[in-house]
């Protein structure tokens, strides 16, 4: 099974993003600790442009089975799973 596991570089003067840091953690262990499951990483520009040409670009190229975007949502101390998506470009920042 192959999966492709995204997340963010920092924005809005931010010097992280903890999207980033999983995505980074997920590349050092690779497959070793995750028999069967071919993991494949990849940290987004902060660019709805750049970062919807590089995700199309990997998910043709990898064709995985399992997708998993990951961001970041200002103020939250806790991971949550998005139930509801909107396909809407609006940021806060430019």
Do not use: C, Q, W
């Amino acid at each position: 099974m192959r999966a492709l596991l995204t997340g963010f570089e920092p924005f809005g003067g931010d010097k992280l993003n903890p999207s980033e840091l999983v995505i980074r953690r997920f590349g050092e262990v690779g497959t070793a600790e995750l028999p069967g499951l071919e993991i494949h990483t990849a940290v987004l520009p902060v660019s709805f442009k750049r970062a919807g040409t590089l995700l199309r670009d990997l998910l043709d190229e990898l064709k995985p089975d399992i997708y998993i975007g990951l961001g970041l949502r200002v103020g939250a101390a806790y991971v949550a799973v998005e139930r509801v998506a909107v396909n809407v470009m609006d940021a806060r920042i430019p």
